[in-house]
Every structure is written in C-alpha cells, then in structure tokens.
C-alpha cells in the first residue's frame, strides 16, 4: 500500500523541480523537463522533424531562448524573462531595438482584473513577439525610449515526447496522457505531468494484466502528432485518461470520453461514488485538453478527463497565480489514488460464470455464510456473494453488479475471488 502523506509531498517536490524550465511545445525546455523525469521512470524520447504533415498539421519550427528583456534609458531591465519565463509571449520570434512606450505597447499583455498576477501568453502558429507583465507594472512604465531585446531562435529542428511504457499480460493498453508544454504554470500542467510519473513509477512494481502507456507530450499538436505516428496501434487502447489540473485544493472533475458508456467512465464513476467526498461527472465537449484529439470521430478513442478544479473555473488558470502555491500535497496523493483505484476496478473486471446456477449452492456447508449475527462487513460479503452468484451468467461483469447490487467493487471482487476459490466460480472470455 502507498504511503500517502509522503507520495503527495514527493509529487509536489518533482513540481517545485520542474517549475523554473521555460517550456513550449518544441525546444530545450521540453528536453529538459523529459530528461528529469526520466531519473525516475524508463521513458523513451522521441524527436518528429519539423515540416514533418501529421493529418492537417504540421509540425512546427523548434523554439529555443535564452534572454529577453525591457530596458528603460537607464539601462534598468524593468520587465526580465530571467525574473519569469511567463514575462515572455511563448514562441516569441528574436527582437533587437529602441521604440517608444506607444509602440512597445502593442506588444504587452496584462490581466487589468488581476493587476498582480503576469499572463501566460502563446504564439505558436503566428510569427510574431510579445511580453507579458502585470498591469501595475504596464500602469508604472513612463514615455522613454526602451531598448527591446528577445534572444529567442525559432528554426527547423524537432518536435520531442516523451512515452514510458510498462508491459501487462496483455498487449490491451490503457492510456494515460498529459501535455507537458507549459513553462512556469503548475496545476495546468505540472501537477498531472509529475502525478503521471509516479503513476507510471507505482504500476512499474505492479503486476499488471493491462499493458499501461504514459504519453508526455506537447497539448494538441504533441496528440495529433502521435496519433498520427501510431494509427495503425490505436486498437490495442482500450481504456484511457487525459490527466490535467489534478493539484489544486477542489473536488475531483472526471469528464466523460465521447462515448460516454466506456469502461473507464464506468470504473471511474463508480470509484468517486464510493469514494465518500464530493465530486463532478461531466459529459463529453470537443474542447479542453487533448482527449479532443483522442476523442475526434475518426479515433473516438475511449479516454476521458481527469482533473480537479476544470480550468474555466479556476482564476488563477494561465497566469503566474497557477503557481506552487496553488498546489495541495494531500490533492495530488488524492488524485493518484484515485486513478489507482479506477485502474484496478478495470484490471480485475471480468467475467464469470456460475458452476452451480440450479438454485443457489450451500454456502453453510462450506464455511461461506454465517447464519449467526456477524458484522456489517461481513453482512456486506454474504450480499456480494449472493449477488454475484445470482448474475454470474456470463454476460455480467465485475462492475456490472456491483452497480445493480449498489455495493463498492471491492467488495464484489472480494466475493467473487473467495466463490473462485470454493469452485462456484469459473472465468469465462469477455462478452463485448
Ligand atoms: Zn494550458
């Protein structure tokens, strides 16, 4: 069993770690951040040449930089990328020269309803430059000339994922993805980019009957791309989730794949219903994270959502406010738990059939039921068995009566093992 209070601390250390590299979709930033969480999963990198068509994309110019800054006459750096990656518009193409405050300031984004905090700004398919900072900062600057300096590259190099995969006993795979593009921005994407390395670090000593994939990718051309560059794969997903915002303080959010009634918006409803604290279930929408690349009608892939607080409904979304702050030890040890916990509702999913159905078997004579008071748990076992026996017909699953009996998965599963045991029980091959 994991250790929970230290898994949510050692989740929120490899986010402090993570935090200062200015990351984007291509670049060192990317590399860098891969090459850290390497230190504690086996991940494969990637690199796809720019100009390279992945459907009706293609992969863009690779974006490196090293310096940018505002100089007042003074010489002062009064806005500093070194200060906060976020102070640049990410993919910013270079700059060197004097201009008025007026013409530096078609090219400065604030927030004016949150004058302290610095946007995060992007510019991936359009050439062009900017710097973000607050608006008490903007209110603050006076006519001068100012010296403007981005030291950025924009060039053909590659585009990088990372990809750890952990073999099961079966080549069926569940996928878990989460981008990680985002520079100084910790629950939209650190929190799930560091809970899916510790994810992947915890299956790694399991045994597992599902092979597990873990994609570190850029958001939407890193999902397109891959996609793109692993068609002739994609039957072999059976189960899986896009992770994103799974660190703040709020109550779990699961978002439903396109289809709706897959397995793993199945486990995973049940696993928060059980789970005894707030939550929200939402129904597909085709926008979001990269569950709409997985989910477009030519993959429709079964892969749902999951976060915490969604990032509409978090002020402090793409702005230096969704910083290490902002993260919860106990929320991420939460979330990980919980994806633990739908995984293993699918990993012991199955079928059985009942090997004595003509009336039920005597569970007495077997040591199975005990007529004479008891526990509620084990009132709870004796109802799990009779359910499991009655629906055991081969054409319910695990989970399908645990819902119909309104009993936590556990508990069926429980019954179910001891019934195998007793050898009421017998495995039969899935059924759809
Ligand atoms: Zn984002």
Redesign the pocket.
Known sequence: MLETSSLGDEIYSLIRELYPICRSITGEGFRETLARIQKEIPLDVHEVPSGTQVFDWTVPKEWNIRDAYVKNSRGERIIDFKRHNLHVVNYSVPVHRKMSLAELRTHLHTLPNQPDWIPYRTSYYKESWGFCLSHNQLQAMREDEYEVCIDSALENGSLTYGQCYLRGQSSAEVLISC?AC?PS?CN??LSSVAMATFLAKYLGQAQLRYSYRFLFIP?TIGAITWLSQNEDHLDAIQHGLVLTCVGDRGHITYKKSRRGDADIDRAMAHVLKHSGRRYDIENFSPYGYDERQYCSPGFNLPVGCFMRTP?RKFLEY?SSADNLELMDPASLAHSLMTCLSAFYVLENNRWYCNQNPKCEPQLGRRGLYHAMGGDRGQKLQEAAMLWVLNQSDGEHTLLDIAERAGLAFDTVHDAASLLLRHGLLKEVPAQR
């Open positions: 981008h985002h921005l939209d994407n958001g990032h793409h």
